[in-house]
């Protein structure tokens, strides 16, 4: 089910599945995601780059490039991300202002899931990506929002990547190692998700001053309610906004 609004910018109507308005009842999208993008487009800040400056890609479009070889359909609703930062702002206050924020669900274990990571700096979004399987789990989602936000930073970027699993944290920081050494084996048995624990590892151990902790879910923490919420959305988009 969805609801259609009329866009304020081209007068067109766009669609909003139901279960976004639901998740944030006092959101009422006004703009459709065409008009939402070009008035980005025309602000997009600048950073400082040897040579000059150059522009710094819009999020959507980061979110496009970095997350490519995964399962993702893009918000259906237009204007879905900005409607979701303007509730999870008005919302919560508490947390980290810097740092790389993940987080990945899934609706049943295993069953629809989606996942997210965003950037941010000074309280402001840098970059941000998400997607989601149509049957999945939950650690994978967690490890892949993960991977996403790994992607983010560059290998010299001093900067802590946030996860409110501790399992994801552990798996990482103190685990890892020994199952690499081990040829990655466990002395439990097979390491679950060995594909995406690998390519985790791979990506931290490539910026080492990147610092991955953990932080507590559903803790009135800004940027992690923020990643929470979209992967809370991804999962409806693989229900077809149901």
Excluded at 67 to 82: E, I, K, T
Excluded at 102 to 107: E, L, N, Y
Aim: hydrophobic residues 35%.
């Amino acid at each position: 089910m969805s609801n259609t609004f009329t866009c304020r910018t081209c007068g067109k109507t766009f669609t909003v599945p139901q279960a976004a308005l639901d998740k944030y009842p006092s959101w009422r999208p006004a703009r459709c995601r065409r008009c939402r993008d070009d008035a980005e487009a025309a602000t997009i800040p600048t950073a400082k780059a040897a040579g000059g400056e150059q522009p710094l890609p819009s999020p959507a479009t980061r979110a496009d490039d970095r997350c490519a070889p995964r399962s993702q359909d893009h918000v259906a609703a237009d204007g879905g991300l900005a409607g979701i930062e303007a509730e999870v702002r008005a919302r919560h206050t508490a947390g980290p202002r810097d740092g790389v924020f993940t987080d990945g669900a899934c609706s049943g274990n295993p069953g629809p899931g989606g996942w997210a990571a965003v950037h941010v700096q000074a309280d402001r979004i840098l970059a941000q990506a998400s997607g989601g399987e149509p049957r999945t789990t939950n650690n994978r989602m967690e490890l892949s929002a993960l991977i996403a936000g790994f992607g983010m930073i560059g290998p010299d970027e001093e900067v802590v990547v946030w996860s409110d699993s501790q399992l994801c944290v552990n798996t990482i920081n103190e685990w890892a190692p020994a199952w690499q050494r081990r040829g990655w084996r466990r002395k439990g048995g097979e390491i679950k998700n060995l594909e995406l624990v690998q390519e985790l590892y791979a990506l931290a151990r490539a910026r080492p001053r990147a610092q991955l902790r953990w932080i507590k879910a559903h803790d009135g923490s800004r940027w992690n309610e923020y990643v929470d919420a979209v992967s809370t959305w991804r999962i409806s988009a693989q229900r077809g906004g149901r």
